[in-house]
């Protein structure tokens, strides 16, 4: 695994370099909001919050973050892949 993660490296400085890190964090962002899966981690969140005696950041986000990852929507996944995919494409022509 340390050539695979030697390339991610690689490939997510370069998108940091060219600023296209950013303009595909704001893509990822906005459809994330448009999905309405940004409201629904922040009521879940909340309500685990409330529900916590004493409140831990730590254990909130260990208990919301592996929900939070599976249930991102598959389009979003997919808008994501092709354009972090086109971005290496262009590296190589």
């Known amino acids: 695994m340390p050539d695979s993660d030697a390339l991610y490296g690689q490939i997510r400085r370069r998108l940091i370099e060219t600023g296209e ?31 916590m005696d004493p409140l831990s950041f730590a254990r909130l986000l260990g208990e919301i973050s592996p929900k939070a990852q599976t249930s991102i929507p598959l389009a979003v996944k997919r808008e994501l892949s092709t354009l972090i995919r086109q971005h290496v494409e262009k590296q190589f022509e």
């Open 21 to 51: 890190w950013d303009q595909i964090r704001a893509v990822m962002s906005a459809k994330l909001n448009e999905s309405g899966w940004s409201d629904d981690v922040h009521h879940r969140s909340k309500e685990l919050a409330r529900n």
